[in-house]
């Protein structure tokens, strides 16, 4: 199968049901949003066996580990996942808590005043809050 190798490259082995999760994760024409909640039910939904809630964490985190899944914080107790690891920005709808890309070209630039010593930034990127 095509995610062997990027499973053991994360350092896990490729069972059936890591590799099941690749295909959920991996196999779509577009970007995939999710929290760890939001992907235990797709595999539930599109799997007929059951895939422990441990295993998906694990997964997840190991592939975020090898920079294969962005972790995109949207509050303090609230984290989404993304399949696109660019750097990009985001819309965060608050009533259906949904994550919708918005691409660089959408925003202008960002100037940073203030410094950290000894620190430089990496990247910037733009988490826009959206209600009703």
């Known amino acids: 199968m095509k995610y062997i190798e990027k499973l053991r490259n994360s350092g896990l082995r490729p069972t059936k049901q890591r590799l099941q999760i690749c295909e ?6 577009s970007t995939f949003h999710f929290t760890i909640n939001q992907l ?8 007929d066996n059951k895939i422990s809630l441990a295993t998906i964490y694990n997964t997840v985190h190991a592939f975020e580990k090898k920079g294969y899944l962005k972790q995109i914080p949207i509050n303090s107790n609230q984290t989404y996942f ?37 620190k430089k930034i990496k990247s910037i990127e733009v988490l826009v809050k959206l209600e009703d």
């Open 24 to 29: 959920v994760l991996f196999d779509t024409e």
């Open 40 to 47: 235990e039910q797709r595999i539930k939904s599109k799997i």
């Open 82 to 118: 993304d399949t696109n690891v660019t750097d990009h920005h985001h819309f965060y709808d608050l009533k259906n808590e949904k994550l919708i890309d918005l691409e660089n070209s959408d925003v202008g630039p960002i100037n940073i005043k203030r410094k950290i010593n000894g």
